[in-house]
């Protein structure tokens, strides 16, 4: 069965303070990893797509980065606009994705 | 339209009404999911509409839920006899097609249904 565990479960960071959240799964077949930010009362917002182990896609201050069993989203000098819950999803051999219960992020100023 | 669009945005239902959750995707988008979305905890799938192949249903948790597409276009999710275990946030997201991970999904801001 397709898993995906995200840790922390919340992280609080003072703005500047640069730090990384962790998602580890465990699937057969890994199709892609999808890195998603979620702001309360609203639906997650796409952020990146990751394929294969070693690969790294960026987005202003937000990097992620991939191996066979984990991915991770590195924060540099986060502000407290990027305060959200980061979600971690995965597409195996199945049509969905499977998600991860998300990082939930607090920067303050 | 621009983005994908949900309604109602809130439902209070008493236990044992049905509802319906309607769901319009982006035009042109041939994949729409429904996940829910119960109180911190992560996504979990429900159902999955690719063109006019037969649905995946695998994650729908009893009978009382149904989900309906007409087309390419709109899709409605009914759950019957609603328990105040359906308490939650209902998500449609629509995508260009199965694979079509470059984008990733486009997510409408949900259906918040509250059974008392």
């Known amino acids: 069965e397709d898993q995906v565990t995200q840790s922390p479960e919340a992280l609080r960071l003072q703005e500047g303070e640069s730090s990384s959240l962790n998602c580890s799964y465990t699937?057969?077949?890994?199709?892609?990893l999808f890195w998603y930010r979620q702001d309360p009362g609203k639906g997650p917002e796409f952020l990146f797509t990751?394929?294969?182990a070693g690969e790294e896609k960026e987005k202003e201050r937000l990097k992620a980065t991939l191996t066979k069993k984990e991915s991770f989203l590195h924060i540099t000098a986060p502000k407290p606009e990027d305060s959200a819950t980061y979600l971690c999803?995965?597409?195996?051999?199945?049509?969905?994705?499977?998600f991860g219960p998300g990082t939930r992020l607090s920067v303050l100023p | 339209g621009a983005g994908v669009s949900q309604s109602p945005s809130n439902k209070v239902t008493e236990k044992g009404k049905d509802v319906e959750l309607r769901c319009d995707p982006i035009?042109?988008?041939?994949?729409l999911y429904w996940y829910r979305q119960r109180l911190g905890q992560g996504l979990e799938f429900l159902i999955y509409?690719?063109?006019?192949?037969?649905?995946?249903k695998s994650g729908l948790p009893s009978d009382r839920f149904s989900a309906e597409r007409t087309g390419e276009s709109v899709s409605t999710l009914t759950i019957q006899r609603t328990q105040q275990e359906d308490s939650a946030v209902y998500l449609c997201?629509?995508?260009?097609?199965?694979?079509?991970?470059?984008?990733?999904?486009?997510f409408g801001s949900g259906t918040r249904l509250t059974v008392v």
């Open positions: 997201a629509s995508s260009l097609g199965v694979w079509s991970a470059n984008y990733g999904y486009t």
């Open positions: 699937v057969s077949g890994l199709r892609g």
């Open positions: 990751l394929y294969s």
């Open positions: 999803a995965v597409q195996a051999g199945g049509q969905n994705f499977v």
């Open positions: 035009s042109g988008h041939t994949a």
């Open positions: 509409f690719q063109g006019n192949s037969a649905p995946d």
